[in-house]
């Protein structure tokens, strides 16, 4: 509560709470807004969020009456896959997303959903701060950051911008005791097999397959079949095909083929 009673006090109307509905981000504006409860939140809308965290911010927008800020993408997802291709998996500690990029950086649907969209808010709504639930653990990079500049710091990334992050140090179960606590309901999206909010077609963090097949099977199979990757019903259905349409012995060598 230390930092986000300094950047109040420090910035007064000219600071927001970055919230993107997930855990932590909903921790940090739970304080803010006990702090200030006029505050403003920024929701970097993408278009791609989950319909899960669509309804949780309606419900918390009206629970805490949120004077909600929301952005819009320069480009869409849909756009920015077309143009780049879907995200690689980013590896912990500077991994490459691909050969050809600078260590660390983002993949461009990052940057036409997110990082521009934030930066053209802040001009538009004069926002020198802003308080975000960002949490040393969740990867190497975030941990570098922290450990090398602190949990305050300023940036050009979005033009000059204080970005404060009072819960870096937080465990996972520290976040939930907060939300547990304070009796804060949580994203339904984390009863679904999820472990973060975020865009619900992104396929740059380890085990998205597994997350989003499980999240929402309808959107895994369109990433999978727009990635040019089999699914096991569709091997399903080719091989009833088969088995309505061909004889025995050409069945049996076309299994044998494809094996």
């Known amino acids: 509560m230390k930092i986000v009673q300094e950047a109040v006090e420090r910035h007064g109307d000219r600071l927001v709470v970055s919230c993107s509905f997930g855990s932590c981000s909903v921790v940090v504006l739970h304080m803010a807004l006990r702090v200030d409860p006029d505050i403003r939140v920024v929701f970097n809308n993408t278009g791609v969020e989950y319909p899960e965290t ?22 869409t997802f849909w756009q920015c896959v077309q143009e780049y291709g879907f995200p690689l998996v980013r590896m912990a500690y500077g991994g490459l997303w691909r050969k050809h990029r600078k260590k660390n950086e983002k993949p461009e649907c990052c940057i036409y959903l997110k990082e521009l969209p934030m930066a053209r808010v802040c001009r538009q709504h004069g926002i020198e701060a802003s308080l975000t639930g960002l949490r040393c653990s969740e990867s190497g990079v975030r941990m570098f950051v922290i450990a090398q500049r602190g949990q305050v710091y300023q940036t050009k990334k979005w033009g000059d911008l204080w ?23 949580l994203n339904e999206i984390y009863s679904k097999g999820k472990d973060r909010s975020g865009c619900m077609p992104c396929t740059g963090f380890i085990g998205w397959q597994k997350q989003l097949a499980r999240a929402n099977p309808k959107m895994y199979r369109i990433v999978q079949k727009m990635r040019g990757v089999p699914l096991i019903d569709d091997y399903l259905d080719w ?21």
């Open 239 to 259: 091989e009833d095909h088969l088995t309505r349409n061909c004889d025995p012995h050409t069945l049996v060598k076309t299994l044998d083929d494809f094996l």
């Open 54 to 75: 669509y309804a949780y911010r309606d419900l918390l927008v009206k629970m805490w009456s949120i004077n909600l800020l929301e952005t819009q993408p320069v480009k």
């Open 163 to 185: 970005r404060y992050h009072p819960i870096a140090f937080w465990t996972k179960q520290q976040v939930n005791d907060y939300l547990m606590e304070h009796g804060i309901p």
